[in-house]
């Protein structure tokens, strides 16, 4: 199995479009968002090609392939328009021998870990908009950055987790970060 993990676009559609492309390149089994899908949130600059409407018409086209959470900037109007679940504040799945959890970061995060996570298990979080890739007391921690509204001069970035290992990726495709699994 193969997750490209993808968040905070904040409802830009350049950066959607270009997220999206990589994605169906990257032949993932599934499109993982990890929220701040639609709004760029009050404390954020209006990003380019802020066209909430065009994302969520793109995004739709994928629903089938999407599993998602709720992030701090989505909003019970954003589910009225999207075909796809982003109710929860977080989700779960496997990937060979390893529990991978879902969770936008502004409930959870890498100093506040959900309960019942064991040695080997992916914690993936977004909200801070960094690239990060850590092991963390026998725990794989993932933060996709941001594909809309990064920092400290990161570019935009996406995610992909399979049974190797994980990798952070510029839009370009170029590898920014990458670790196996043990």
Request: with cysteine; proline share 7%.
């Given at each position: 199995?193969?997750?490209?993990?993808?968040?905070?676009?904040?409802?830009?559609?350049?950066?959607?479009?270009?997220?999206?492309?990589?994605?169906?390149?990257?032949?993932?089994?599934?499109?993982?968002?990890?929220?701040?899908?639609?709004?760029?949130?009050?404390?954020?600059?209006?990003?380019?090609?802020?066209?909430?409407?065009?994302?969520?018409?793109?995004?739709?086209?994928?629903?089938?392939?999407?599993?998602?959470?709720?992030?701090?900037?989505?909003?019970?109007?954003?589910?009225?328009?999207?075909?796809?679940n982003i109710s929860d504040d977080y989700n779960f799945?496997?990937?060979?021998?390893?529990?991978?959890?879902?969770?936008?970061?502004?409930?959870?995060?890498?100093?506040?870990?959900?309960?019942?996570?064991?040695?080997?298990?992916?914690?993936?979080?977004?909200?801070?908009?960094?690239?990060?890739?850590?092991?963390?007391?026998?725990?794989?921690?993932?933060?996709?950055?941001?594909?809309?509204?990064?920092?400290?001069?990161?570019?935009?970035?996406?995610?992909?987790?399979?049974?190797?290992?994980?990798?952070?990726?510029?839009?370009?495709s170029q590898v920014i970060k990458s670790m196996d699994?043990?």
């Amino acid at each position: 199995m193969k997750l490209f993990i993808l968040s905070d676009i904040h409802g830009s559609i350049t950066t959607c479009m270009k997220a999206i492309k990589q994605f169906e390149k990257s032949k993932a089994d599934y499109l993982v968002l990890m929220g701040d899908l639609l709004y760029h949130g009050p404390r954020n600059p209006l990003p380019e090609g802020y066209q909430p409407q065009e994302v969520y018409e793109l995004l739709n086209k994928y629903a089938d392939s999407i599993i998602a959470v709720r992030g701090n900037c989505d909003a019970e109007v954003d589910q009225m328009v999207l075909e796809f679940n982003i109710s929860d504040d977080y989700n779960f799945l496997t990937i060979g021998n390893h529990l991978v959890y879902l969770s936008h970061g502004h409930i959870y995060d890498p100093d506040n870990l959900p309960p019942g996570l064991v040695s080997s298990d992916v914690f993936v979080f977004g909200h801070i908009h960094l690239p990060i890739i850590e092991k963390k007391n026998d725990l794989y921690i993932l933060n996709p950055g941001s594909c809309t509204l990064p920092k400290e001069n990161y570019p935009p970035s996406y995610a992909i987790i399979d049974e190797v290992g994980i990798t952070i990726y510029d839009l370009d495709s170029q590898v920014i970060k990458s670790m196996d699994f043990d």
